[in-house]
T-cell receptor, first 113, second 112 residues
Framework: LAKTTQPISMDSYEGQEVNITCSHN???????ITWYQQFPSQGPRFIIQ???TKVTNEVASLFIPADRKSSTLSLPRVSLSDTAVYYC??????????????FGKGTHLIIQP | NAGVTQTPKFQVLKTGQSMTLQCAQD?????MYWYRQDPGMGLRLIYY???????DKGEVPNGYNVSRLNKREFSLRLESAAPSQTSVYFC???????????FGPGTRLTVT
């Protein structure tokens, strides 16, 4: 079960680009990387998922270097509503077990005006 | 299309009481999950069901039982509640294991 390490908290300002890095040194060949966002009193919400290189959708980009031992979630031009906890998960989507379903403590991102 | 629904939203129990948390989904997803989240912590997996008719233990299954009643419903039962089970409980579903998860609104449980 691949373990992840993220910063406990980060601060930024409205309009800035925010990059949150997750370390997963023992990632396995079949593991994917998934990021979720959670607001207070709500369940987490899927943001993005990737295996290697770069993935982009309408809300974020995910950068994964060649060795896949880390990944970076990039949020362009953040707003106050992006204040939330962000979780990085790593696991084998085809394994048939609970791999990839471990949420750590996440990164508490605070956006200021 | 309600997505994932959970009942009740709030519950207060006394130590030793039992209760069942209900989860239902109308997304035609195969896999369902129960998590708990304690203050300031991430989510911890209690039990999951890869498909109708199967259930498996997660990280913290002790003190809980589950039933996958049908494809739509997955219930979590506390047979004898303890203060350590005070938490927020989230149900989630995915089309297949470990794919994008869709979460319910949560049940806030307090055991006194």
């Amino acid at each position: 079960l691949a373990k992840t390490t993220q910063p406990i908290s980060m601060d930024s300002y409205e309009g800035q680009e925010v990059n949150i890095t997750c370390s997963h040194n023992n990632i396995a060949t079949n593991d994917y990387i998934t990021w979720y966002q959670q607001f207070p009193s709500q369940g987490p919400r899927f943001i993005i998922q990737g295996y290697k290189t770069k993935v982009t959708n309408e809300v974020a980009s995910l950068f994964i270097p060649a060795d896949r031992k880390s990944s970076t979630l990039s949020l362009p031009r953040v707003s106050l509503s992006d204040t939330a906890v962000y979780y990085c998960l790593v696991g084998d989507l085809s394994g048939g077990g609970a791999d990839g379903l471990t949420f750590g403590k996440g990164t508490h991102l605070i956006i200021q005006p | 299309n309600a997505g994932v629904t959970q009942t009740p939203k709030f519950q207060v129990l006394k130590t030793g009481q039992s209760m069942t948390l209900q989860c239902a989904q109308d997304m035609n997803h195969n896999s369902m999950y129960w998590y708990r989240q304690d203050p300031g912590m991430g989510l911890r997996l209690i039990y999951y069901s890869a498909s109708e008719g199967t259930t498996d233990k997660g990280e913290v299954p002790n003190g809980y039982n589950v039933s996958r009643l049908n494809k739509r419903e997955f219930s979590l039962r506390l047979e004898s509640a303890a203060p350590s089970q005070t938490s927020v409980y989230f149900c989630a579903t995915t089309l297949a294991l470990a794919n994008e998860q869709y979460f319910g609104p949560g049940t806030r449980l307090t055991v006194t």
